[in-house]
T-cell receptor
């Protein structure tokens, strides 16, 4: 089975800190995604990557950046954390692009910014 | 941008009853997917139905797709307390990049 691992289940940071959320997948998937999930808003796509060193903005990229130096690892970076970035962050991966195949999700990181 | 919208937002039933959730979407799609999320966890893929399919089964799950109405339904038969979770439909984004757009989900509570 595909495993998508997010480095932290819970994280508490202070306003202005630089925050790194790490995600690793073990199935050689080309695509990786970062979503955030908020009550009443569902899942919203922040950034995605379809190859090493390639990235594309999702629907809400402001305040975030990403890094994909290796195929298995996709990092989400909050340059200067703010309280409105308190959220559940979900990483996902998938293979192929033509038929939009299913996503495999990590367990999520609940980030609190104080 | 929201593509899929689920209805109802919340559903509470007794164990053994059937649960039906609906999803509407706006643009043409090549497939539609349903996911489940247990409280505080990541999403798990349940089933994918392609645009040339009208119905698909997987165990106690039955999914239908009506492309003329741009809608899908997920039926869980003989529900169990363990089915308590949030259920999301997801459709492909506008370009062939593999990204999915999720609805806001239906929260299902199955009472024992």
């Amino acid at each position: 089975d595909v495993k998508v691992t997010q480095s932290s289940r819970y994280l508490v940071k202070r306003t202005g800190e630089k925050v790194f959320l790490e995600c690793v997948q073990d199935m050689d998937h080309e695509n990786m995604f970062w979503y955030r999930q908020d009550p009443g808003l569902g899942l919203r796509l922040i950034y995605f990557s379809y190859d090493v060193k390639m990235k594309e903005k999702g629907d809400i990229p402001e305040g975030y950046s990403v890094s994909r130096e290796k195929k298995e690892r996709f990092s989400l970076i909050l340059e200067s954390a703010s309280t409105n970035q308190t959220s559940m962050y979900l990483c996902a991966s998938s293979t192929g692009t033509i038929h939009n195949e299913k996503l495999f999700f990590g367990s999520g990181t609940q980030l609190s910014v104080l | 941008s929201q593509q899929g919208e689920e209805d109802p937002q919340a559903l509470s039933i007794q164990e053994g009853e059937n649960a039906t959730m609906n999803c509407s979407y706006k643009t043409s799609i090549n497939n539609l997917q349903w996911y489940r999320q247990n409280s505080g966890r990541g999403l798990v893929h349940l089933i994918l139905i392609r645009s040339n399919e009208r119905e698909k089964h997987s165990g106690r799950l039955r999914v239908t797709l009506d492309t003329s109405k741009k809608s899908s339904s997920l039926l869980i038969t003989a529900s169990r307390a363990a089915d308590t979770a949030s259920y999301f439909c997801a459709t492909p984004g506008s370009s062939n990049t593999g990204k999915l757009i999720f609805g806001q989900g239906t929260t299902l509570q199955v009472k024992p």
